[in-house]
C-alpha cells in the first residue's frame, strides 16, 4: 500500500495536485509513524553509532493489510468528523474540502 501511495504522489506533484499531495504525505506518514517500533522506557548507557554503518537503525514493525486498512479507515474518519464540525460552525468550504480529501482517501481503502 505504501509503494502505491509513494507512486500516487509522485504523479500528484507532477500534475501540481496541492490538495492530493498533502493527503499522500499525511498517509504515508501515518503509515510510518504506526510502523516505528515502540519506544524503550528505560535509559541504557551512551553507545557511539557509526550512523553510515545501519548500526544505529531499529527494525520497524511490519503492518498486516488488515492494520494500514484499519489505520486508512481510521485518518478518513477523522476527516469526516472534522468535516462535520466545520459545517455545524458554519465554515462550508472547510467542510467541502475535508470531505473531498476524505473521498479520495477513501479510493484506498475500496480496491
Do not use: C, W
Request: charged fraction near 40%; proline fraction near 1%; avoid cysteine.
Amino acid at each position: 500500500m505504501k509503494s502505491r501511495l509513494r507512486a500516487d504522489l509522485g504523479r500528484a506533484m507532477k500534475l501540481g495536485k496541492k490538495r492530493e499531495v498533502a493527503l499522500l504525505r499525511e498517509l504515508i506518514a501515518a503509515i510510518d509513524n504506526a510502523e516505528a517500533a515502540p519506544g524503550r522506557t528505560e535509559r541504557t548507557a551512551l553507545v557511539r553509532h557509526d550512523f553510515r554503518s545501519g548500526s544505529a537503525e531499529i527494525e520497524r514493525l511490519v503492518l498486516a493489510k488488515e492494520q494500514v486498512r484499519d489505520l486508512l479507515l481510521r485518518e478518513i474518519e477523522a476527516r469526516e468528523q472534522a468535516s462535520a464540525e466545520f459545517g455545524r460552525l458554519g465554515e462550508a468550504e472547510r467542510a467541502d474540502a475535508l470531505r473531498a480529501v476524505a473521498l479520495l482517501a477513501k479510493r484506498y481503502v475500496e480496491d
